[in-house]
C-alpha cells in the first residue's frame, strides 16, 4: 500500500539536524520523497513541517495568506521564535554551540534597556548573516570559509521583523518571542541587539512556535512518531495536504472541471455573486464534485484559471 501525501509536523529536538527529521521520516512511511520547509539549527527545537508525497509539491503556498496565532493575525509567511538571549558573552555562531570570542559586564543590561533598544530591530531591516550558516557566495555555503579560515565580506540583507517583545529577564537571559519573516536569523538578532547594548550576546536556546500556519499544537515528537509507526497508526499524525494552503480561497470545479485541471488545461470559473474578483496571480484551492482536493490554480491576467500544481491520483 502506497503512502499517502500529506505533512508531519514534528517537534524537532535540540542536537539533531533538520534533514535527520526527513530522514525519520523517510525511514518510517518507505516514502523516497520527502522534504522539509524552513530548516532549524541543530541546536534549535519546535515547529519542523515535513512534507510526504506530492505535498512536497504544495510547501511554496505555506506562506500564502495570513493565520491566527494566540489571538493575534499574523502574516502565514512569518515564523514564530521563544529565543533566550545571554548577554556578557559573545561567541563565533551567533549561539550557544559556538566558541567564546569575547567576554564583558552585563550588569548594565537591564529589561527597561532591551525593552528601549527592540524597535531598532523591527521592521524592514537589513541583517548581516552568521559567519557559520549555509548562505552561498560564489557557490559555496558561508560555515565552509569559517571552517577553512577564510574572510568573507559579508553583505546585508533585507529580512522583516514584524514584532520582538521581551516575555522575561533574568540577568543575564532575555527571553524574547520574535515574529519574522523567512531568511531572518535570530542568531543575528542575538548577536546585534549583544552590540548595541555593549555586553556582547548570544543565543543561548531558540524554539520556533509556529511556522508557515502551522504551530506547535500541530507537533509530534519523533519519539511519538516512531511510536505511531509501531502500532500502524502513523497516519494518525498525517495533516492533509491542502493544510499547507488552507488560508488560499477554494473552490469546488466540478467533475468536468477536475479533468481539466487534472489534465494541466486552463479553465474558466463563474464567481458567486458577492465574491471579490480575484487578481492576476492570485491562487486558490482546487477541489472535485467530491471535496477531494486536487490541485493549486493560478488566475491568468486573461481571466482563466491555470492549473499551477496537481496532485496527481494515486
Known amino acids: 500500500m502506497t503512502f499517502p501525501a500529506g505533512f508531519f509536523i514534528i517537534d524537532k529536538?535540540?542536537?539533531?539536524?533538520?534533514?535527520?527529521?526527513?530522514?525519520?521520516?523517510?525511514?518510517?512511511?518507505?516514502?523516497?520523497?520527502?522534504?522539509?520547509?524552513?530548516?532549524?539549527?541543530?541546536l534549535a527545537t519546535g515547529v519542523l513541517p515535513v512534507a510526504v508525497g506530492q505535498a512536497a509539491r504544495l510547501i511554496q503556498y505555506m506562506d500564502a495568506g495570513r493565520h491566527t496565532y494566540a489571538g493575534?493575525?499574523?502574516?502565514?509567511?512569518?515564523?514564530?521564535?521563544?529565543?533566550?538571549?545571554?548577554?556578557?558573552?559573545?561567541?563565533?555562531?551567533?549561539?550557544?554551540?559556538?566558541?567564546?570570542?569575547?567576554?564583558a559586564d552585563a550588569s548594565a543590561v537591564t529589561a527597561a534597556a532591551i525593552e528601549a533598544a527592540l524597535p531598532e530591530f523591527t521592521g524592514d531591516i537589513d541583517q548581516v548573516p552568521p559567519m557559520y550558516s549555509a548562505i552561498k557566495v560564489a557557490?559555496?555555503?558561508?560555515?565552509?570559509?569559517?571552517?577553512?579560515?577564510?574572510?568573507?565580506?559579508?553583505?546585508?540583507?533585507?529580512?522583516?521583523?514584524?514584532r520582538i517583545t521581551l516575555v522575561g529577564f533574568d540577568a543575564p537571559d532575555a527571553e524574547l518571542e520574535v515574529v519574522c519573516g523567512k531568511g531572518t536569523y535570530v542568531r543575528s538578532l542575538a548577536h546585534d541587539l549583544g552590540r548595541r547594548l555593549g555586553s556582547g550576546a548570544h543565543l543561548a536556546a531558540l524554539r520556533r512556535t509556529a511556522s508557515g500556519g502551522f504551530s506547535i499544537k500541530d507537533a509530534v515528537?519523533?519519539?511519538?512518531?516512531?511510536?505511531?509507526?509501531?502500532?500502524?497508526?502513523?497516519?494518525?499524525?498525517?495533516?492533509?495536504?491542502?493544510?499547507?494552503?488552507?488560508?488560499l480561497r477554494a473552490a469546488i470545479v466540478g467533475d468536468e472541471h477536475a479533468a481539466d485541471v487534472r489534465a494541466g488545461r486552463d479553465l474558466e470559473l463563474d464567481l458567486p455573486a458577492g465574491v471579490r474578483p480575484p487578481v492576476a496571480g492570485e491562487n486558490c484551492r482546487a477541489y472535485d464534485a467530491g471535496g477531494s482536493f486536487i490541485g493549486i490554480l493560478e488566475r491568468l491576467a486573461g481571466g482563466s484559471w491555470h492549473p499551477a500544481r496537481v496532485l496527481l491520483v494515486a
Open 139 to 162: 557557490g559555496k555555503q558561508l560555515y565552509r570559509y569559517a571552517r577553512e579560515g577564510e574572510t568573507v565580506e559579508l553583505k546585508p540583507r533585507p529580512v522583516h521583523i514584524e
Open 13 to 42: 529536538p535540540s542536537g539533531v539536524t533538520s534533514f535527520s527529521m526527513v530522514s525519520l521520516v523517510r525511514r518510517l512511511t518507505g516514502v523516497r520523497r520527502v522534504g522539509h520547509a524552513g530548516t532549524l539549527d541543530p
Open 221 to 247: 515528537t519523533p519519539e511519538a512518531l516512531t511510536q505511531l509507526a509501531e502500532a500502524g497508526r502513523l497516519q494518525d499524525a498525517l495533516l492533509a495536504p491542502d493544510r499547507a494552503a488552507e488560508r
Open 72 to 103: 493575534r493575525h499574523t502574516d502565514a509567511e512569518s515564523k514564530i521564535y521563544l529565543a533566550r538571549v545571554r548577554f556578557g558573552v559573545a561567541t563565533d555562531t551567533f549561539d550557544a554551540d559556538g566558541a567564546v570570542t569575547a567576554t
